[in-house]
């Protein structure tokens, strides 16, 4: 043991006397160590979502207090640096905690890469997880162990912080388990002045309006929502999972990171009252006085169609169709009459699926009567579905076209339960009166060349789309598979300068959703829309089909897509001035794009790869100018046909 002691000791390249002190920390002071380590979720600077419980494989996870601009946390961050280099292979996760309020996201970013730190360090915003762990100063060291969600030890940064993940991994218990903390600067918690009071946060002013405007809209008889939330009795007895699905974020169902962008359908809970509620629930979740709001659900069902929009001008109801109790099932497409006898613009769109259970998605489309004249109006989506979907509402001023005549068609995909069940999905569209002055375009940013290997858990896909004119996005919507772990979009402008648009930190299947700026967002010519994708195919992801596959691009639920779409007009578009020809430049645009992951204009052989790999062969003959890398129309001439390439994993507009 004492050999073990000084070799992390030299790992951690740090003075023990700078940082020991004596034995032992009061189990009751205000900072004591839990006896439990909850669960959470945090971002990390990233901006990458980091789950506790995710890692309950690992033998240790290590998680060191620090705050930006202290001489400190600079040299306790590199000594966890060479700790994590140490025991990384082995399994051990390591993190950073920032709980410092006056340490924004960016600020620790900055930080990190100034000093080449490539910990996550997690930033804990609302100081929730901080409190838990009753951290006191920065360079304080939790060694968690994952099989009991303890704290094996607790000290500064020296050799016993190393001593007790060797122990960990040897299976014991760590002979040090508590060292007190003499050096550091204090990290504030202004909320814990205040805990005396949290029993007084009033559950009919304050927590059940909270539940009333966040959560009631799913949790209400017959909603989607796993239980109705009608009285104080059921939320009080719900009350310790309500606290873990916060701290997780998994509720509620609304993922995008409230620092970039600002959207219409947002339904996350405010910082505050996310503390609010998880400080009433920590405080036994006392009922106090004034009448319970939550009663007046308690006759309510959920309404058939979206009550802000009201019952559907037209209904469309789609073919019954038996879903079996197992096995995949072939992707079925529904052809129905268009109910449109003119060429109609609609405002909004909602999708009543018939079994939700079972429903994966719906992708829909126009198809024209070939017996007729081309429509005046151009032809496109009618609507489409996903797990948690909200309906489709065109921005102001603007339309989605149906051209009368013609069929509709809807692809449906099921997903098997356990036992048969019959779906009857119903559309239900709303009309506008008049013409709108803007046409409602879709697209798609994905990637041919699919690829993720066995195992990989964090394993990154990048596609894009370059903008040939002005243009004002309307809806941002990202969609995968069961792998998907994180999604992001950025603009790129000509200059080379970029912004973020959309950051889900952590995707989830279950809850698929449009993002609607509260602004439309203008893009530039010459614009790159940048999609990156982040892919779980590890046997740690719970939802993982097979993580001992190769993935490539599939329909199924069991393969992946890469898929990002946008809804936008064109800003030189009418409805009397109608410029198909950019959407066909923007089209134009795919295929390079989907391949260049670089972002550099060109395609190197490397970047031909999953279902294209096939055409390295043809790379050097294609290659006029021996450079290594290939033009737009170079690649053009070995790509296969528009018919071909969709059938290795392109997918039609939603």
Sequence with gaps: MKRALLATAAIAGLSIAAFAAPV??????PNATPQHVDDFQLTDQTRLAQHLHYFGYSPAIVVMTRSNGTAVSKEASAALEKLNAAYKDKGVVVWALDSNLADSRDSVAAEAAKQGLTVPILIDEQQLVGEQLGVQREGEVFVINPKTWTVAYRGPMDAHAGAAVDALLAGAAPAVTRVSDTVGKPVAFPEKAHAAEFADISYSKTVAPILQEKCVSCHVNGGIG??????????????????????????????????IGVFKNDQGLTADQTKTLVHWIEAGAPRGDGPDPLLANASKTAPEW???LGKPDVIVDLPTFKVPASGLVEYQNQVVDNPFKENTWLKAIAMKPGDRRVLHHVVSNHIPDPNQPPAAIPGGSVGSYTPGAQPQVMADGSGAPVPAGGKLHFQMHYTTMGKETVDKTQVGFYTLKTTPEYIKRSTVISTFALYIPAGEARHQEVAYLTFPADAYLYTLYPHSHYRGYHVELKEVLPDGKEQMLLSLPKYDFNWQRDYDPVTP????????LVATWVYDNSVHNPANPDPKRNVTWGEQTPDEMMYFRVNYRWADETTTHVRNDLQAKLFASQM??????????FIEKNELKGPLA???AKFDAADVTHRGKLTAEELAKILPSRRMARQKGDTPDV
Excluded: C, W
């Design 24 to 29: 032992g920390l009061a189990a009751d002071t």
């Design 226 to 259: 796993p239980f109705a939330m009608n009285s104080y009795a059921v939320i009080k007895g719900f009350s310790p999972m309500i606290r873990e699905t916060i701290r997780t974020r998994r509720m509620p169902p609304y993922f995008a990171d409230p620092h």
């Design 306 to 308: 979206p009550p802000e």
């Design 521 to 528: 967002i203008h893009v530039k010519a010459g614009t790159k």
């Design 592 to 601: 390079m794009g989907s391949l260049d992951s670089n972002l550099d204009g």
């Design 614 to 616: 096939y055409l390295q």
